[in-house]
């Protein structure tokens, strides 16, 4: 079984795959359609967010930790850890059908979630933002992969909502840092950019760290660090 499998733990499993495309780790072919196919395996089993994947019992128990350290608890966590297992089957490319088809299964169920929650609730949800800051962070993040559909609308319609959600200490109101910063980073949009720019000081400080010992420190730092690199890219154009 591939290293990157954790037996009993999906969000394990993601992290791990999403440490290796983030660090540019090489994953074999036959690595890739293997890890695609046991997340593949639990698509809409019980626990999971409606027709998206299912974490195992201890992880709706006690919740999960997002790549950059956040933990996140409850609905939200069953709904982030689907969007994150979307993104990896996209990221993997494994070119299995039967994999494709479970992928494909658990993007049409999410878009018209997505769909229904802006009609229910318009104030709170639309295209670019649903249910809360974590959840609409984990919604980017597939849709920034290739996920959903109407993909420039939803990122423009999320940041502008994240714009407004500011307070003016760097952050953002009900938005998870870290999390909402490695985002920013993988996104192709200039207001993207200005996000990032408004945190600027404190993903600074954050790059000028000397390294973390734990796992989480050592990768916001490295989430820190390519936001910077960014941020100059952009001031050198």
Same mark, same amino acid.
């Given at each position: ?48 967010? $409606? #027709?998206?994947?299912? &974490? ?6 006690? @919740? ?5 350290? !956040? *933990? ?60 809360? $800051? #974590?959840?609409?962070? &984990? ?6 992969? @290739? ?5 420039? !609308? *939803? ?83």
């Amino acid at each position: 079984m591939s290293s990157l499998i954790h037996r009993t733990s999906l969000s394990k499993t993601v992290d791990a795959v999403n440490e290796a495309f983030f660090f540019k780790k090489t994953i074999p072919a036959t690595d890739r359609r293997e890890v695609a196919r046991w997340i593949a395996a639990r698509h809409a089993l019980p626990g999971a967010y $409606g #027709k998206l994947f299912a &974490g195992f019992p201890s992880e709706r128990e006690s @919740g999960i930790r997002v790549f950059t350290g !956040e *933990r996140i608890a409850s609905a939200s966590a069953r709904h982030i850890l689907g969007e994150e297992s979307c993104r990896v089957l996209l990221l993997l490319a494994s070119r299995d059908p039967k994999t494709d088809d479970v992928l494909a299964q658990a993007t049409t169920w999410m878009i018209n979630r997505v769909s229904q929650a802006g009609l229910d609730s318009p104030s709170r949800n639309d295209a670019g933002n649903y249910c809360c $800051g #974590k959840c609409t962070v &984990g919604l980017w993040r597939n849709v920034i992969a @290739g996920g959903l559909d109407r993909r420039s !609308e *939803r990122l423009s319609l999320g940041l502008t909502t994240l714009h407004a959600r500011r307070d003016g200490e760097g952050g953002w109101k009900a938005f998870p840092f870290w999390y909402t910063v490695l985002a920013l980073t993988d996104m192709d949009h200039p207001r993207a950019r200005t996000e990032l720019a408004y945190a600027a000081d404190r993903i600074s400080a954050e790059a000028s760290r000397s390294r973390g010992t734990s796992p989480y420190s050592y990768r916001r730092q490295a989430v820190a660090r390519r936001a910077v690199e960014a941020l100059n890219t952009d001031c050198l154009k």
